[in-house]
């Protein structure tokens, strides 16, 4: 069966953010903020001047990591050996059973991106990338998912890097949404949680199972050999403490141009982490310390610890993405609005390390439609665009196109007769005037009042249309947020829903895609 699918440019609905959209629209803008454009013809520049990284530290680390990987991920694994090979790369926290369908979306755009530049050149290979937030702690943004609405929350006492998290004390989790969504999907994903010792491994089964035919590479940064890379970094950041300087320059820049920042730096951008513990690295009274610990350090103690064992620390959001440049070939990264927003605040940091800054790209972003709104959707007087509008928004153009209330020619009538009784009243005595002009205030609120009475009794009589408007926009925005911030891919998924997702979303494009689903 034929997937039917729409294409809605965001600059004719209000969906993203004021520095998404000028970022798609008018990249001009950002010229202070960022390298190229994202274009085909840009990866092409940048490709030809991207610093090399260690390619048999990457390779050796990966191919560990993916022991278990579909065939066509090692082969990509492989294929980074060699320096014509480059990486797109997107990331994500590792949240449950893939968490809101958004993060689907970021894989897949970064897939369908390197196809698209593997056909653009040929000579090159293009290996997309997906960096799994394994040393992320902000438990609770992750503990979740909604299933038709309802929040399922897995409930741990388990602290620090969530990656590391025991898969122990999930079973009321999962035997919950087992006994909520008996789908085949529901089966699969939950036997990778019961079959692994912690977060990450479960995640990275989900993400191979779902993308690992495409070639999907996964990489989890919390390595002792990946980080011994960044040990010359860490040290820098440690001790000369220049990047919070580095990125708010850029950020007063942002927000004199009116844009608003997204992260605030610290003087030192990392982590301290064991197990159980991930606390920022701070420096007072000349020694350095691991907040919320008695660990103080001197100079050459923490220096010491960084090179026997560089594992224990881990990059906050500033220094990630320059962590992610330094040990990928990469080219582009691909996020949401909100990484997005930044990321522009990142360039004179990654200049500050001479680390090469990537391409910028927009994700895509789509609406999944389900056979049963799509026939709600039939008989309505609107397009989809206007889907995007608030409720009572819709209700009234509802309203408007099939009632007959409209009082306004009465109410016109009603002022012409007061404006003759003003003139007559003012000939006998211009002080009656006032209590014309008051009296005709009180008749255009009557009949302001009838008219609502009246359409409160006609908003009964199209009661079912007026359901069916809000079951729709209940999908499109479940509790008010835009479903693919919030509902998870088993609320929606048939057989063939990765196919048709990574068939219909189009690298580069400036639309909001809509699938109809069977």
């Known amino acids: 069966m034929k997937t039917t699918v729409h294409k809605i440019p965001f600059k004719s609905i209000k969906l993203l953010s004021e520095t998404a959209m000028d970022y798609l629209y008018h990249t001009n803008k950002f010229d202070d903020f960022i390298e190229l454009a994202p274009t085909l013809e840009n990866f092409k520049i940048t490709l030809k001047k991207r610093q090399e990284v260690n390619r048999e530290a990457l390779v050796s680390e990966l191919l560990k990591q993916n022991i278990n990987a579909h065939k066509k991920s090692i082969a990509n694994i492989k294929l980074l050996q060699h320096e014509n090979t480059f990486t797109v790369t997107t990331g994500h926290q590792i949240c449950l059973l893939t968490g809101p369908l958004y993060s689907l979306y970021k894989i897949i755009s970064t897939i369908n991106l390197s196809i698209e530049l593997a056909t653009k050149y040929p000579e090159q290979n293009f290996v997309p990338v997906f960096w799994m937030a394994t040393e992320d702690h902000d438990f609770e943004e992750i503990n979740h998912l909604f299933l038709g609405g309802e929040k399922i929350t897995w409930n741990s006492q388990q602290k620090g890097p969530v990656g590391r998290f025991g898969t122990g004390d999930m079973t009321d989790f999962l035997t919950e949404l087992k006994s909520k969504n008996q789908s085949d999907l529901t089966k699969k994903l939950c036997e990778f949680y019961e079959n692994s010792s912690n977060l990450a491994q479960a995640h990275q089964k989900v993400v191979n199972y779902l993308f690992g035919e495409h070639g999907l590479v996964i990489i989890d940064a919390d390595s002792r050999v990946l980080k011994k890379e960044m ?111 930044y990321w522009l605040q990142l360039k004179q940091a990654f200049e500050l390390y001479n680390i090469d800054y990537p391409l910028l790209v927009l994700r895509n972003s789509a609406v999944l439609i389900p056979s049963n709104v799509k026939s709600k959707m039939e008989d309505l007087p609107f397009v989809l665009p206007q889907y995007f509008e608030n409720q009572d ?83 499109f925005f479940p509790g008010g947020t835009f479903q693919e911030r919030k509902s998870n891919i088993i609320n929606f998924y048939e057989e063939d829903l990765i196919k048709k997702l990574l068939g219909n979303l189009i690298s580069l494009e400036d639309n909001l895609t809509l699938i109809e689903l069977n």
């Open 231 to 341: 040990i010359p970094i860490f040290a820098k950041e440690i001790t000369e403490r220049k990047s919070v300087d580095a990125v708010n320059q850029l950020s007063d820049k942002l927000t004199t141009k009116g844009y608003k920042k997204q992260v605030t730096p610290r003087e030192i951008n990392l982590f301290y982490q064991e197990n159980g513990l991930r606390e920022r690295i701070v420096f007072e009274d000349e020694k350095y310390k691991i907040l919320n610990t008695n660990i103080e350090l001197t100079e050459q103690e923490i220096l010491d610890k960084l090179n026997k064992a560089p594992e224990k620390f881990s990059p906050n959001v500033v220094m990630r993405p320059i962590y992610q440049e330094k040990i990928l070939p990469n080219l582009g990264y691909i996020g949401g609005p909100g990484e997005l927003a």
């Open 393 to 475: 928004e819709l209700n009234k153009l509802y309203l408007e196109k099939n009632t007959e209330i409209d009082f306004e020619p009465e109410i016109t009538e009603i002022e012409k007769l007061f404006e003759i009784t003003k003139a007559k009243a003012s000939q006998i005595d211009f002080t009656l005037e006032k209590t014309v002009i008051a009296e005709l205030r009180r008749a255009q609120n009557s009949m302001k009042k009838i008219e609502k009475k009246a359409l409160k009794a006609e908003k009964s009589n199209h009661t079912v249309a007026l359901n069916r408007i809000e079951k729709i926009k209940q999908s």
